[in-house]
């Protein structure tokens, strides 16, 4: 699924290339119209053409495109979602659901697999909303040991379960989840209030060390995430320990065990991540 370190690369390539662009118009598969929706009813492919992109935001795991006037679109890329910019004449993707036609000659083109993304045509109290219910972002400067510290105190669920949590922080999945706890020396299953503020310091320099590196390598591509070149992430090869259950811990050599850690499949080293502090 694509995570915080795909979307953000996904911003900072299609934002020069469809800023400032008008939307001709737009096509949908017929076959999952409901891939764009808009609000109380409107007719968003149809609402769409003449107005014009302004800014490409990320916040957490969602892609904003802000449009003129006071309109935005709200993307979700969810497990097998890609957002690519291609020459308008280029055939259909391989489970294109919609195609935003721009004025030089470009398109703006959602494909997903699944079908399990949305993009959504929103008012500002909408995006405001969505702001609302997202923590705080981890690359931010508000993001720091004492603020995680805050939101840790007296929980007694696991430290990975609340670091999935979006309402807490935005942006993180289970890839990076596992890479920084790893990184900090904690284990996944750890109750979050029992992290002391070196620990804390610990996370949160290696929370902010993972994704900068995986946004330094366009993201992390098992399967078919691609950036909006159409060009998949490098990142895989810098994972350390996620989906490497049975191979030699990288720090020490013993064998990466795999556990369910709040329905999810964790990768941990039970000697470099201790359960006791």
């Given amino acids: 699924m694509p995570e915080l370190p795909e979307v953000e690369p996904v911003k900072r390539i299609a934002e020069p290339l469809v800023l400032g662009r008008k939307i001709l118009g737009v096509d949908l598969n017929p076959d999952f119209r409901q891939v764009l929706v808009g609000p109380n009813g409107v007719d968003a492919a149809a609402t769409l053409p003449g107005m014009v992109i302004t800014s490409l935001n990320r916040r957490g795991k969602y892609l904003i495109a802000n449009l003129d006037p006071g309109w935005h679109l709200i993307m979700h890329l969810r497990m097998t979602g890609r957002l690519l910019v291609v020459d308008s004449g280029l055939e259909p993707l391989r ?140 990142n895989a090869e810098y994972l350390r320990v996620y989906g490497k259950h049975g191979q030699p811990c990288p720090r020490c050599g013993y064998e990466l065990e795999r556990l369910i850690v709040g329905g999810r499949g964790t990768t941990v080293c039970a000697l470099c991540q201790p359960r006791v502090y």
């Avoid at 040991?145 to 922080?169: C, D, I, T, W």
């Fill in 95 to 234: 489970f294109q659901h919609m195609a935003i036609h721009l004025d030089n000659g470009t398109d703006l083109r959602f494909a997903d697999q699944r079908k399990f993304g949305r993009v959504q045509l929103a008012l500002t109290d909408d995006v405001k909303a969505l702001n609302a219910r997202l923590g705080v972002e981890p690359l931010t400067l508000g993001f720091t040991p004492f603020r995680l510290g805050e939101m840790f105190a007296g929980r007694k669920a696991p430290v990975k379960s609340l670091l999935l949590n979006q309402h807490m922080v935005a942006g993180l999945g289970n890839i990076y989840v596992d890479e920084a706890l790893f990184r900090a020396g904690i284990h996944p299953q750890i109750s979050a209030g029992q992290l002391n503020q070196i620990l804390l310091m610990a996370l949160v320099e290696a929370i902010k060390h993972v994704l900068k590196t995986a946004i330094r390598n366009q993201g992390t591509t098992f399967s078919s995430f691609e950036n909006p070149y159409g060009e998949k992430g490098r």
